[in-house]
């Protein structure tokens, strides 16, 4: 078996702690949010279901690190006859630890929107931006130089694919929105704003609905009518715009 072996249980392993990390400082020590704090609808409100789905989170990050220490058990053999195995296990490490990070911060922050870094601050994405840059991609890089020196091509060829893995995987989420272009536009309400009071703003306007963000952050609408947009913001509409890179920093930041 090769010392490539080493890195597959030890990236496991730091998914795993960093999903303890992020749980035990920011959930429980600083409570800057929980797993569910932006799913909307009353029974997420109360503070027993939140805990429950925090603890529901801590269970998978263990059955998540048991999966990788059992693992590295079956591999322990490579320790002896590896004489970089520390690189493996360091550079795996601090692979998973930034992999899960940018998938927290990506997926569940900016494409499920369920809960952000901070929540109830003016800034979110602040937040959100620093913890991906010092907790994802600085881990990852780090990652990549150690296991480049390990005497092996394996190791930053599985860092590649895994990044690879993480866009398709954010692409994949962003496409479930419909691109802006010249016939339609995203709509962006202000925060607070209802599922049924962006409804209202589209009836209010005259346009045709395409798509509906189920928790009114935004709408996806048909302009048909050169005076659409001007009947958008009368009827209460925060942003409208048909531009792909406008819509793309509205939906991260809302």
């Not at 360091?90 to 929107?113: E, K, P, Q, T, Y």
């Not at 590649?160 to 993480?166: C, E, K, P, R």
């Not at 202000?190 to 798509?211: D, I, K, Q, R």
């Amino acid at each position: 078996m090769t010392r490539g072996g080493l890195i597959l249980p030890t990236a496991i392993i730091g998914v795993g702690l960093s999903g303890f990390f992020d749980g035990i400082l920011l959930h429980q020590v600083l409570q800057w949010h929980h797993l569910l704090s932006l799913v909307p609808g009353e029974p997420f409100r109360d503070i027993g279901t939140q805990i429950l789905a925090d603890g529901l989170f801590h269970v998978l990050m263990y059955l998540i690190t048991a999966a990788g220490l059992w693992l590295l058990w079956r591999r322990r053999a490579q320790f002896a006859s590896d004489g970089a195995g520390w690189r493996s296990v360091a550079g795996g490490g601090l692979a998973g630890f930034g992999i899960w990070n940018i998938i927290d911060v990506g997926f569940f922050h900016w494409i499920l929107g369920i809960h952000r870094i901070r929540v109830n601050v003016p800034d979110p994405l602040l937040y959100d931006v620093a913890w991906l840059t010092g907790l994802g991609l600085v881990p990852l890089a780090l990652a990549w130089f150690i296991l480049r020196h390990r005497g092996s091509g394996s190791g930053g060829t599985g860092i590649a694919a895994a990044s690879l893995t993480l866009l398709v995987l954010l692409g994949a989420g962003m496409a479930a929105r419909p691109v802006p272009n010249s016939r339609t536009a995203l709509v962006f309400f202000a925060p607070g704003t209802s599922a049924g009071e962006a409804l209202n703003v589209a009836a209010n306007a005259g346009v045709p609905l395409t798509w509906m963000d189920p928790r009114g952050r935004m709408i996806a609408v048909a302009l048909e009518e050169s005076d659409a947009e001007r009947r958008l913001y009368r009827a209460g509409a925060l942003l409208v715009t048909r531009s792909p890179a406008l819509a793309g920093c509205g939906t991260a930041t809302l």
